[in-house]
């Protein structure tokens, strides 16, 4: 299975400025996913990034609060914008690596709170 | 109408002792596919178990086995010989459609504690 880093791991910030999150995988795959899980919640697709086109946003989330670049086949960032307490969650990136039967390999998370 | 439902919020288990956590799901699709991930206190959500609409097998690997009943639409992971490190949050989670880069959609989740 595909070795994913998330950077960071975790950060504190404070409400109305912008974080970026990095996904890098050790090898090319053609789908990646952003999904955010509150506390004590359970996992909730934000937006699927393919490589080379404008990410797919899921109901309830917004390019301008959750925008995504995809610039290869290895590397994906989400970016929280205008950052609320409400917006205190982990992050992950997921990737199928389409060999399988769509299962998804997780990085370790990026665990947010804003203050 | 949820997905995917996981009905038992918390589960405990005795190590060495099997467990079954529970998983329905509701889809119109006849090909579909469904997961069980584990998540430690850590955070990362580790892939366990497969289960395919068409397979006429239920799905084992190692100590965990995947209980697929179609038609009541049930998806149950059984852990054998539970260990202390089993402890975690346990989600079942759905793929609908044949695979091909299809999104995920996850259950609440049981949280299972293995004592000593």
């Known amino acids: 299975s595909a070795v994913i880093s998330q950077k960071p791991s975790r950060d504190i910030c404070q409400r109305g400025t912008s974080l970026t999150i990095q996904c890098q995988v050790d090898?090319?795959?053609?789908?990646m996913f952003w999904y955010r899980q509150q506390p004590g919640q359970s996992l909730t697709l934000i937006a699927t990034?393919?490589?080379?086109?404008?990410?797919?946003?899921e109901s309830g989330f917004v390019i301008d609060k959750f925008p995504i670049s995809r610039p290869n086949l290895t590397f994906s960032t989400l970016t929280v914008s205008n950052m609320s307490p409400e917006d205190s969650s982990i992050y992950l990136c997921?990737?199928?690596?389409?060999?399988?039967?769509?299962?998804?390999?997780f990085g370790p998370g990026t665990r947010l709170t804003v203050l | 109408a949820q997905k995917i439902t996981q009905t038992q919020p918390g589960m405990f288990v005795q190590e060495k002792e099997a467990v079954t956590l529970d998983c329905t799901y509701d889809?119109?699709?006849?090909?579909?596919?469904l997961f069980w991930y584990k998540q430690p206190s850590s955070g990362e959500m580790i892939f366990l178990i497969y289960?395919?609409?068409?397979?006429?097998q239920n799905a084992t690997e190692g100590r965990y086995s995947l209980n697929f009943q179609k038609a009541r639409k049930s998806a149950n992971l059984v852990i054998s010989a539970s260990q202390l490190g089993d402890s975690a949050m346990y989600f079942c989670?759905?793929?609908?459609?044949?695979?091909?880069?299809?999104?995920?959609?996850f259950g609440t989740g049981t949280r299972l504690l293995v004592s000593p």
């Open positions: 997921s990737v199928d690596q389409g060999a399988g039967f769509g299962e998804q390999f």
């Open positions: 090898s090319q795959v053609t789908m």
């Open positions: 990034a393919n490589q080379g086109s404008e990410a797919t946003y």
């Open positions: 889809t119109s699709d006849q090909s579909y596919g």
């Open positions: 289960q395919g609409s068409y397979d006429e």
């Open positions: 989670a759905m793929r609908e459609g044949p695979t091909g880069f299809q999104k995920l959609v």
